[in-house]
């Protein structure tokens, strides 16, 4: 059983911490970590409706920001170590060089949309940066899509949570 001193304490922590520790979630998940940002993208965003002790906007804003830079990280991260490590360890996989060939073609020709539809799909927005740098896929492409995806990532997940809590605290007040 919580106590009303135990509640206030907790909405004070998450209202001073909430939004670098998801921000830092997304960044880590986008740098391929697999973390539940999702999860905890949607929490916050339903805990800032509810309480009002978290903004949504500077939640959405942490949320674009660490997304972005998370990419770029993964991004840098295949680019310099993804080769070499495909190369090395990918037959035990069952990447052959082919079969490496053949993704570095796909990402030339479908890597901005590769990465755009990636961010909404969980195990591959975690992946999704590190095989575009794996992969050779053009840095202006990459930058244009992971942006654009990270941004409506943030903003669709974020509002509709904090839509649906504040909907959800509307149902449950008492009439």
Known sequence: MSSPT???KLAEFVSI??????AAF???ESVGIPLPAEAALIAAGFFAARTHH???????????????????????????FGHQLLVRHGARLGFTEGRI??????????????????????????MAAVLAGTNSMAQHSFYFASST???????????????FGEAFAHVASPA
């Open 17 to 22: 911490y909430g939004i670098w520790l998801v």
């Open 101 to 126: 060939r053949i993704g570095q073609w796909l990402f030339v020709r479908y890597g901005g949309r590769f990465v755009f539809v990636a961010r909404f799909l969980p195990f591959l927005r975690n």
């Open 149 to 163: 995806a990270a941004a409506a990532w943030i903003v669709c997940y974020g509002l509709a949570s904090y839509s």
């Open 54 to 80: 978290l903004d949504i906007w500077s939640l959405i804003g942490a949320g674009i920001v660490a997304a972005i830079l998370g990419e770029v990280v993964g991004f840098w991260i295949g680019r310099r």
């Open 6 to 8: 135990g509640d206030t």
């Open 26 to 28: 997304i960044a880590l």
